[in-house]
C-alpha cells in the first residue's frame, strides 16, 4: 500500500518518479493566467491568518462546503469569525476524498508549511494556529510565497482602464519575481446592458484621452491602453467568453449598432453577436501587431443561481459547464483572421471535456512555423477540468491528436498565493503519464534523457520560449 501525499505521490512507476524528481520538480514556475490581486504582491501583503490566505475568494472550497451542508454564513457571511469559517472548511475536508481538493488540500498545507497532518475537526485548531503564525513571517507573505515556491513569472488578469500602478511598483521593486498584466477586455464588448455599456466606454475615454463619438473612436482609444499594457510589460490578452463569435458583418453595421447601444437601446441577440465578432476581430489584430499570444476560454455558464447572484454578486460558486456547440464558428473566427495574414499565437481553453478531441484537431489547422513551435496550444485544464482526471484526459488528446511534446504547461488560474502546488500536482501527473507508458514499453527506455528533457520543456522552457517574457 503506497503512503498518502509522500515524496512519490501520483507517481506510480519510477521511470514516473525519476523524471519528476530528476526533472520537472527543479523547474521554476512560469504562471502565465492567474486571478492574484497585484496590489497585494506590490505592497507584500501580510497575511492575518490562514482563513484570510485560504478561504477568502475561493468559490472551489464554498462549493463543496455548501454541498456537504454548511450554511453560508460560514462562506462568505460577515456575521462569522475567520476561524469559524476554518472549522467549517476543516470539518468538510475528510468529506471531499476523491475531490480534487482533497490533494490540493494536503499538498498546499505541506508544501507551504510544512504540515504533513491530515486537516479535520481534531487537527484543525493546531494547523490553524501554526500557519497563521508562519504567515506573520516574511517569508510567507505575499512576496515571500511566491519565492517561496520558485515562481519565475505571474500574469495577472486586469482590465483596459486599470492603472497598472502594482505592476509598475513590482517592476520598480524587483523583488525577484515578475509580475505582468494581461489584457482582458470582455467589459468593451459586454453591450448586453447599455448602461453599463456606455457606463463603461465613457470610462475608457476618460483613461485614454480619446473623446469616444463612434465605432472607430472605440478601437482607437482601446489601442492607446494596449500599448500603454504592452509598455508596462504585458504580452497577452485573455477572453472570457460562452461561445466563439464569427458573424459576417460590415463597418457600416457595427458603426450602427455602437450607436444603438451606446444611446440606450439594447440589440437583438444577432446583433450582439456581430458587435462581438467585430471587437473580437479588432482585439485579435491589436495582438497581432504587437506579438502577443491571444487566450480564449470558453465555454462556461456563469451565474446559474439567480437569487445568490442577487446576495453575493459573480465568481461565489455558481457557474457551470456549458455545452455548447462552437467548432463552426471557432474554425470561421481564425479563419477570418488567418486568411488576412492577423493570427497571432493562440492558446484555447474549453471547460467541456467533450471539446478536447475537437480542439486538438482544430490546432492543426492553424499551425504556422513562422512562429515557431505550437503556434496554437491547446489549453491545461481549466476550472472543472485541472484536476488529475481532466489534466490527463486533456494531454491523451493532445497527445494523440498533437504534439504534447509543444506543450506551454501549466497556470494556476488562481486568486490565491498558496495555489503554486497546481503546478507541482500537474508536473506529477505529466511525469506519471509518461512514466508508465515507458514502464509500459510505449515508449523506449532507450531515449529517456530526451524524455526527461520533454518533461523539463513542457513544465518551464516551451512557456519561457513561447512567451518570451
Known amino acids: 500500500m503506497k503512503a498518502f501525499n509522500d515524496s512519490n505521490?501520483?507517481?506510480?512507476?519510477?521511470?514516473?518518479?525519476?523524471?519528476?524528481?530528476?526533472?520537472?520538480?527543479?523547474m521554476p514556475i512560469i504562471d502565465y493566467h492567474c486571478h492574484l490581486i497585484p496590489e497585494y504582491v506590490a505592497n507584500d501583503h501580510v497575511f492575518e491568518n490562514l482563513s484570510k490566505v485560504w478561504l477568502e475568494g475561493d468559490h472551489?472550497?464554498?462549493?463543496?462546503?455548501r454541498t456537504n451542508g454548511v450554511d453560508e454564513r460560514f462562506c462568505t457571511g460577515k456575521d462569522t469569525t475567520d476561524w469559524e469559517?476554518?472549522?467549517?472548511?476543516?470539518e468538510t475536508v475528510p468529506y471531499t476524498m476523491r475531490n480534487p481538493l482533497y490533494h490540493w488540500t494536503?499538498?498546499?498545507?505541506?508544501?507551504?508549511?510544512?504540515v504533513d497532518k491530515l486537516l479535520n475537526p481534531t487537527t484543525a485548531r493546531e494547523i490553524y494556529d501554526h500557519c497563521s503564525a508562519m504567515l506573520q513571517t516574511p517569508e510567507r507573505s505575499a512576496r515571500g510565497l511566491m519565492l517561496h515556491y520558485n515562481v519565475e513569472t505571474v500574469c495577472t488578469t486586469d482590465d483596459p482602464i486599470d492603472s497598472l500602478e502594482h505592476h509598475i511598483k513590482c517592476a520598480k521593486d524587483n523583488f525577484g519575481v515578475k509580475v505582468l498584466p494581461t489584457w482582458r477586455p470582455d467589459k468593451a464588448m459586454a453591450v448586453e446592458n447599455p448602461a453599463n455599456f456606455r457606463a463603461y466606454i465613457d470610462r475608457l475615454a476618460e483613461v485614454?484621452?480619446?473623446?469616444i463619438k463612434c465605432f472607430d473612436d472605440v478601437i482607437e482609444a482601446l489601442q492607446v491602453r494596449h500599448d500603454f499594457f504592452e509598455s508596462v510589460g504585458c504580452r497577452l490578452s485573455d477572453h472570457g467568453i460562452e461561445e466563439f463569435y464569427a458573424e459576417d458583418y460590415t463597418h457600416a453595421e457595427v458603426e450602427a449598432l455602437f450607436q444603438k447601444v451606446y444611446g440606450g437601446t439594447a440589440l437583438t441577440p444577432e446583433e450582439t453577436k456581430k458587435y462581438k465578432t467585430a471587437m473580437m476581430v479588432e482585439f485579435a489584430i491589436m495582438d497581432h501587431a504587437s506579438g502577443w499570444?491571444?487566450?480564449f476560454h470558453y465555454g462556461a455558464i456563469r451565474d446559474n443561481n439567480s437569487r445568490m447572484f442577487a446576495q453575493l454578486g459573480p465568481d461565489t460558486g455558481f457557474d457551470s459547464i456549458g455545452d455548447f456547440t462552437v467548432a463552426k464558428n471557432m474554425s470561421k473566427f481564425f479563419n477570418m483572421l488567418d486568411k488576412e495574414d492577423k493570427l497571432t499565437k493562440t492558446i484555447i481553453y474549453n471547460l467541456n471535456p467533450r471539446d478536447n478531441e475537437m480542439i486538438a484537431t482544430m490546432l492543426g489547422n492553424f499551425q504556422d512555423g513562422r512562429y515557431g513551435a505550437g503556434k496554437i496550444q491547446f489549453g491545461s485544464?481549466?476550472?472543472?477540468?485541472?484536476?488529475?482526471?481532466?489534466?490527463?484526459?486533456?494531454?491523451?488528446?493532445?497527445?494523440?491528436?498533437?504534439?504534447?511534446s509543444r506543450f506551454v504547461g501549466m497556470l494556476t488560474d488562481s486568486r490565491s498565493f498558496l495555489s503554486y502546488p497546481r503546478h507541482e500536482y500537474f508536473r506529477r501527473t505529466l511525469c506519471n503519464l509518461i512514466g508508465n507508458d515507458v514502464e509500459n514499453g510505449l515508449l523506449p527506455a532507450s531515449e529517456l534523457d530526451f524524455i526527461g528533457q520533454m518533461v523539463e520543456n513542457i513544465s518551464y522552457y516551451n512557456a519561457k520560449n513561447y512567451f518570451k517574457f
Open 208 to 211: 485614454s484621452g480619446v473623446e
Open 85 to 90: 469559517k476554518f472549522e467549517k472548511w476543516a
Open 106 to 114: 494536503h499538498l498546499e498545507l505541506k508544501t507551504a508549511f510544512g
Open 60 to 65: 472551489y472550497k464554498w462549493r463543496a462546503m
Open 293 to 295: 499570444t491571444q487566450q
Open 9 to 26: 505521490f501520483l507517481l506510480q512507476t519510477e521511470t514516473a518518479q525519476r523524471l519528476y524528481h530528476e526533472h520537472a520538480a527543479k
Open 381 to 404: 485544464g481549466w476550472w472543472f477540468l485541472d484536476q488529475k482526471d481532466g489534466m490527463e484526459k486533456q494531454m491523451n488528446a493532445l497527445s494523440v491528436l498533437g504534439l504534447l
